[in-house]
Structure formats: C-alpha cells, structure tokens
C-alpha cells in the first residue's frame, strides 16, 4: 500500500515563506510524476505544480516565480517551497503521485493547511 504523507503547512503573514514536504512510502517514488494541488473553501482543488520523473517542471500561473516544486528520489520525498505567500495562497495543499494503472490515476496525501493571515 503506497500512502503519502505531507507536512510543513500552518499559519503565516503575507510575504512569509513555507516549505511543504511529502513523503511517499514504498519503492516506486521515483518513476512517477509528482503534483501538489490545493483547495481553498468553496473552491475546486486546482493543480499547484508538478515535477515529472525526469524533472521537468510544471505551474500555475498563479504561483509561477514565487514557488519551486522538488523531489529528492534517494528520500522518497516531494518539496514545495513558497515564497513570497499571499492571502490567496491560504488552503489546504495535497500532494499526488500519479500511477495511471491504479483506481483514480494516483494516490493522494491527507493534505496540510496552510493559512496565509495578518
């Protein structure tokens, strides 16, 4: 059973910075594409960014130059770094591996909230 598991949300001030992390258990970290999606109240999940297992890059235009997507393979672990943070950024943050031969297309994360106040 493949789970992932993120950490390194909470609450920050606009213009602060946050590292999410994900770790994914199991030996198939490496092979596929990961994403960090969030969804704020009211509001569909949306796709953050993405790392392929070759490295290439993906994001919002939203988020684009403030935040980096990474995975460290040897860890089995996925990073989001965010900077520069605005009060739009404040939701819930999952991370996804995508494994197109399993129900859904994936597994997801149990998501970590990450909350951007004054």
């Known amino acids: 059973q493949v789970q992932l598991v993120e950490s390194g949300g909470g609450l920050v001030q606009p213009g602060d910075s946050l590292r999410l992390s994900c770790v994914v258990s199991?030996?198939?970290?490496?092979?596929?594409?990961l994403g960090w999606y969030r969804q704020a109240p009211g509001k569909q999940r949306e796709l953050v960014a993405s790392i392929t297992s070759g490295r290439k890059t993906n994001y919002a235009d939203s988020v684009k130059g403030r935040f980096t997507i990474s995975r460290d393979n040897a860890k089995s672990t996925g990073y989001l770094q965010m900077n520069s943070l605005k009060q739009e950024d404040t939701a819930v943050y999952y991370c996804?591996?995508?494994?197109?031969?399993?129900?859904?297309?994936?597994?997801w994360g149990q998501g970590t909230q990450v909350t951007v106040s004054s």
């Open positions: 199991g030996s198939i970290f490496s092979t596929y594409a």
């Open positions: 996804r591996l995508s494994v197109v031969l399993v129900a859904g297309g994936g597994y």
